[in-house]
């Protein structure tokens, strides 16, 4: 990602064995180019799409996380949690949304303009322990 064109999507839904409590987005990245002083920043936004069966209006989140990288190596790799609130006034999350997900690097305040995304990653709590039948 080198500038507000380059989106990175992604797209999950809810099942009901969600705890109702918050949900978590990780990205892995690594910065292009070395940092330049200590405190420089990478800003990413995160933003939500989410609906239900028989929803009329999609409700939305923006998260928006500035990462310390400080002034390390070109290459260095970076975890950014996003956290996903589930009782956002107007926007509450339900058991059978389908999240989609859209991640853009804000250049206009990240101090390193240039990362690249090795992975992101969707997660929520379960009210079950270990693995389902199904999920093997």
Do not use: C, R
């Not at 099942?15 to 949900?23: A, K």
Request: aromatic share 10%.
């Amino acid at each position: 990602m080198s500038n507000s064109n380059w989106l990175l999507h992604g797209a999950a839904d809810i099942h009901d064995d969600w705890d109702g409590e918050d949900l978590f987005a990780e990205v892995h990245f690594i910065i292009n180019v070395a940092g330049g002083a200590p405190a420089d920043v990478v800003t990413l936004h995160l933003n939500v799409y989410y609906k239900g069966e028989g929803d009329v209006a999609t409700k939305t989140q923006e998260v928006i996380l500035p990462v310390t990288v400080d002034a390390d190596a070109q290459w260095t790799q970076f975890d950014a949690h996003f956290t996903i609130v589930h009782d956002e006034a107007g926007n509450v999350v339900d058991i059978g949304d389908i999240m989609s997900f859209v991640l853009n690097l804000d250049t206009g305040t990240s101090d390193v303009a240039t990362i690249t995304v090795e992975a992101m990653e969707f997660y929520y709590h379960t009210t079950h322990l270990g693995i389902e039948l199904l999920d093997a």
